[in-house]
């Protein structure tokens, strides 16, 4: 319930709002500990409500049990029962996570008159991105599961073997001592086609005579995410592969010296940037230095030259 009360203050005694509607998934998962499709109304005081469609609904019970469920029956309408709630508790100004259009105008046409309604997505963030004791052993144990995949990827990757071939391995490996998932689909990405950064992966055979390959991996354990890269090379390296390695290994290498509390996370994307700049590669750095990690494999803060983010302690 710390999280409830964080939000509660966040979004109640700083900035006005008296209700506070959660309609993500991973924001539900966050809050309640239940991992499925519904909608959380937290109020001022008291329980938090789940509301939830049957198919959910036991699963719900059993793994948000801090929190009232309410079914929605075949026939009834979520929004509905939600507006109905919100009346009820008299809620006069309700905040909402994220929401389609549709449930949006749903919503908005249901309170006009009755109730503010406004999108607040950047107070959950504020929560989710620092990580807590707890959520930090989680991702130490998915990173330990995603080490084990990338130790299978180096024994099976030789010449022949195809692509699909190896990703099975790497997710038996994972699996086999704990995860729960991965975090993406697996990528075994070679030859030409590791230049591609979500290059999933085919049934191309690695060939030998330094067939590049990259390897992009993740294992989930209860519920948070781990994510690991790596270019490996089917035999012996050539002198512009490795060359072009040891500028890649200094851009990171230079964004880890600058990684610390108040950091400007743009900052960090043009530190690498510069260094691959300087080296002559600029115009294949096509994409952004990286992002935060958690209940889900992409989130704040962002890594890149657009990013107004600022690194505390407890991102990862």
């Keep these: 319930m710390k999280r409830i009360e964080a939000l509660r203050h966040l979004a109640f005694e700083k900035k006005g709002f008296d209700g506070f509607l959660i309609t993500n998934e991973a924001n539900l998962l966050y809050f309640t500990g239940f991992p499925g499709a519904a909608c959380l109304l937290i109020p001022k005081t008291g329980k938090g409500i789940i509301y939830v469609y049957g198919v959910n609904y036991e699963q719900a019970k059993a793994e948000g049990k801090a929190f009232k469920v309410e079914l929605v029956k075949y026939g009834e309408n979520l929004l509905d029962k939600i507006v109905a709630q919100v009346r009820t508790l008299k809620i006069n100004k309700l905040a909402v996570d994220a929401v389609s259009v549709e449930n949006y105008r749903g919503l908005a046409r249901r309170l006009r008159g009755k109730a503010k309604l406004k999108i607040q997505t950047g107070m959950v963030w504020e929560l989710r991105k620092v990580k807590d004791e707890e959520e930090l052993k989680?991702?130490?144990?998915?990173?330990?599961?995603?080490?084990?995949?990338?130790?299978?990827?180096?024994?099976?990757?030789k010449p022949?073997?195809?692509?699909?071939?190896?990703?099975?391995?790497?997710?038996?490996?994972?699996?086999r001592r704990g995860s729960w998932g991965t975090s993406f689909d697996t990528i075994v990405a070679s030859g030409v086609r590791s230049a591609f950064p979500h290059g999933g992966c085919t049934d191309r055979k690695i060939r030998r005579g330094g067939d590049l390959v990259v390897v992009d991996i993740g294992a989930v354990y209860k519920y948070y995410c781990s994510d690991m890269t790596r270019t490996m090379v089917a035999g012996k390296p050539s002198a512009k592969q490795k060359k072009i390695y040891e500028i890649v290994r200094k851009a990171q290498e230079k964004?880890?010296?600058?990684?610390?509390?108040?950091?400007?996370?743009?900052?960090?994307?043009?530190?690498?940037?510069?260094?691959?700049?300087?080296?002559?590669?600029?115009?294949?750095?096509?994409?952004?230095?990286?992002?935060?990690?958690?209940?889900?494999?992409?989130?704040?803060?962002?890594?890149?030259?657009?990013?107004?983010?600022?690194?505390?302690?407890?991102?990862?």
Aim: hydrophobic residues 40%; glycine residues 8%.
């Design 160 to 175: 022949g073997i195809k692509e699909y071939e190896v990703a099975a391995e790497i997710e038996y490996a994972m699996r």
């Design 255 to 316: 964004a880890f010296e600058a990684t610390k509390p108040k950091a400007k996370a743009k900052d960090l994307d043009t530190i690498a940037r510069k260094v691959i700049d300087d080296a002559g590669y600029g115009e294949y750095f096509v994409h952004s230095l990286g992002h935060g990690v958690g209940l889900e494999i992409h989130e704040q803060p962002r890594l890149s030259r657009e990013s107004k983010d600022k690194l505390t302690a407890g991102n990862v």
């Design 138 to 157: 989680l991702m130490r144990k998915a990173a330990e599961l995603t080490s084990e995949g990338m130790k299978t990827a180096y024994e099976v990757i």
